[in-house]
């Protein structure tokens, strides 16, 4: 038998380029607006929710991960609030603060409409599938710091800088197995785009499903929310 060298086409600074382009897509049809991320990458240690808003979202499947987005209040109001006038809110009618319940359900959503377009492009590209759990958007004061070594053979961790039209800054940050992904045989991506008036309309379907949806309990908070999702 003939032995063959094939190519290594995906690896992880790969996958991290494309979970960063989805972000940009999402949420530049989202706010009408144009947001770029830095071509200098970090590789960091640990990963960490950090003030203001942070959101994190667990990977499982062809690899495994985390990823984490970090946004000042600067920068979630400022998404927060070109998203809504985008969809003809107007401005009197915004919440004013970044710790607001409907400021962290739509930016929740947001990220929501990321992994979701990241995944499909995952099972598109590499012929593989991931699942993740709900995001979940966290006002935070402290920073909390997040592990998933014991969940990886060799954790590897990005963090990337993004920016939005107006100059204000967030951060990703993810980390997964170390990964390579090898085409053996050929094959046709779907090419298929993302509808920016169908991801419109399913945002705005899930706000009002959030507003209408009863208040939770005293004990269900957002701490524990993080533990539950964390499997603590």
Do not use: W
Request: net charge negative.
């Amino acid at each position: 038998m003939t032995n063959k060298s094939y190519p290594v086409v995906c690896g992880t600074e790969d996958i991290l380029r494309s979970l960063c382009d989805s972000v940009i897509k999402v949420l530049d049809a989202a706010t009408a607006s144009h947001l770029a991320y830095s071509a200098m990458v970090q590789r960091v240690t640990r990963t960490c929710l950090k003030p203001d808003l942070g959101c994190f979202v667990l990977f499982d499947g062809g690899f495994s991960g985390l990823v984490v987005i970090n946004f000042s209040s600067a920068a979630a109001m400022e998404l927060y609030e070109r998203y809504m006038l985008n969809m003809g809110l107007p401005k009197e009618g915004l919440a004013s603060n970044f710790t607001a319940d409907e400021v962290g359900n739509v930016m929740g959503e947001l990220m929501n409409q990321i992994v979701g377009d990241f995944t499909r492009k995952v099972s598109q590209e590499l012929q593989t599938h991931i699942t993740q759990n709900q995001p979940k958007m966290l006002a935070l004061t402290k920073q909390v710091v997040l592990s998933v070594d014991t969940h990886l053979d060799q954790p590897e961790a990005r963090r990337v800088t993004f920016q939005t039209e107006k100059g204000n800054i967030f951060y990703l940050e993810m980390a997964i197995d170390r990964t390579e992904f090898i085409k053996i045989n050929e094959f046709e991506a779907d090419a298929a785009e993302i509808d920016p008036d169908a991801l419109m309309l399913a945002v705005a379907e899930s706000k009002l499903s959030a507003a209408s949806a009863p208040p939770p309990t005293a004990g269900d908070t957002d701490q524990d929310e993080l533990l539950k999702s964390l499997g603590m």
